[in-house]
């Protein structure tokens, strides 16, 4: 079974730049999440989408990131324009839904912002 | 304070040494309790999740919930050089997918 898929997998930018991140999910996993993770913490839920409907998106600021999930299968997640303090890693995931829901995990995209 | 909390270390023990990992959780509504490994520039993994309180036991790992306490631990076993990496606990409340996770714990096991 293939993982869930990120792309690029590193990037740099300077700030006030925008950037776009990709990600393609477990095969018939209908739940998605975009996290942030910066150095030294833990994952932070950005966004949580159910098919292509946005669950949860709380933590997301919305005034420079965006994302969406077009036919419920692949997503980008945007920022612009981009601070310095956005340099992290940003994690996909994906589950399949029930009780423990285990997420599955991408292989994330390290951003630094100049 | 924050909901989850978890020691960042680094933790450094000799192979085959038994480890302790811990966090700390102030919401009662945690229900579901994960531990996930995390290796350098990789994604987290799942290794081990416990519904409620008690004990569960895989191979080498046990993990532990206290909800009297807000604990959970996650021992690791005759530790391996292989087991080097970031511990992070995570944990959601029944009836929601959004998981909390604490800040993760690096741990190097010396050869």
């Known amino acids: 079974e293939a993982g869930v898929a990120q792309s690029p997998r590193y990037k740099i930018i300077e700030k006030r730049q925008s950037v776009a991140f990709w990600c393609n999910p477990i095969?018939?996993?209908?739940?998605l999440y975009w996290y942030q993770q910066i150095l030294g913490q833990g994952p932070k839920l950005l966004i949580q989408?159910?098919?292509?409907?946005?669950?949860?998106d709380s933590q997301l600021p919305k005034d420079r990131f965006s994302a969406e999930r077009l036919k419920g299968v692949d997503s980008t997640l945007k920022i612009q324009p981009a601070k310095l303090e956005d340099s992290a890693v940003y994690l996909c995931a994906s589950s399949l839904g029930g009780a423990i829901n285990e997420q599955f995990f991408g292989p994330g995209t390290r951003l630094t912002v100049l | 304070q924050k909901e989850v909390e978890q020691d960042p270390g680094p933790l450094s023990v000799p192979e085959g040494a038994i480890v302790s990992l811990n966090c700390t959780y102030s919401n009662s509504a945690f229900q579901y309790f994960m531990w996930y490994r995390q290796y350098s520039r990789k994604g987290p993994e799942l290794l081990m999740y416990t519904y409620s309180s008690g004990n569960k036991e895989d191979g080498r790992f046990t993990a532990q919930v206290d909800k009297s306490s807000k604990y959970i631990s996650l021992f690791i076993r005759d530790s391996q050089p292989s087991d080097s990496a970031t511990y992070l606990c995570?944990?959601?409340?029944?009836?929601?997918?959004?998981?909390?996770f604490g800040t993760g714990t690096r741990l190097k096991v010396l050869a």
């Open positions: 995570a944990m959601s409340g029944s009836g929601t997918y959004k998981y909390i």
């Open positions: 989408f159910q098919n292509n409907g946005v669950v949860d």
């Open positions: 095969s018939g996993h209908a739940t």
